[in-house]
């Protein structure tokens, strides 16, 4: 069974950082797309980035140029450095590893509050 864990939440004030950490199971290369999703309260969950396995990065309009997403195929981890963050950053961030075919996994959420 693949384990997916997130951690590095928290509360930051407004402008502040957070990097958040995905730790995943078994080998990154067997999964296609590897993504960080959020869901606010009350709304839906939405797409924040996605890394292929060919190492392809995707970044919803709402963070580019704050978020910055990575991978470490090493230590079997898929990192969000997240700038610049503001209340509406306010969420549980889930991670979730895509291997195709109907195969995938998701972590149960690392909570980040933007709050002063």
């Known amino acids: 069974q693949v384990q997916v864990v997130e951690s590095g939440g928290g509360l930051v004030q407004p402008g502040g950082s957070l990097r958040l950490s995905c730790f995943i199971s078994?080998?990154?290369?067997?999964?296609?797309?590897m993504g960080w999703y959020r869901q606010a309260p009350g709304k839906q969950r939405e797409l924040v980035a996605t890394?292929?396995?060919?190492?392809?990065?995707y970044y919803a309009d709402f963070v580019k140029g704050r978020f910055t997403m990575s991978r470490d195929n090493a230590w079997n981890t898929v990192d969000l450095q997240m700038h610049s963050l503001k209340p509406e950053d306010t969420a549980a961030y889930y991670c979730?590893?895509?291997?195709?075919?109907?195969?995938?996994?998701w972590g149960k959420g690392t909570l980040v509050t933007v709050s002063s």
């Open positions: 979730n590893a895509d291997a195709g075919h109907g195969e995938e996994y």
């Open positions: 078994g080998s990154l290369f067997r999964f296609y797309v």
């Open positions: 890394i292929t396995r060919g190492g392809d990065i």
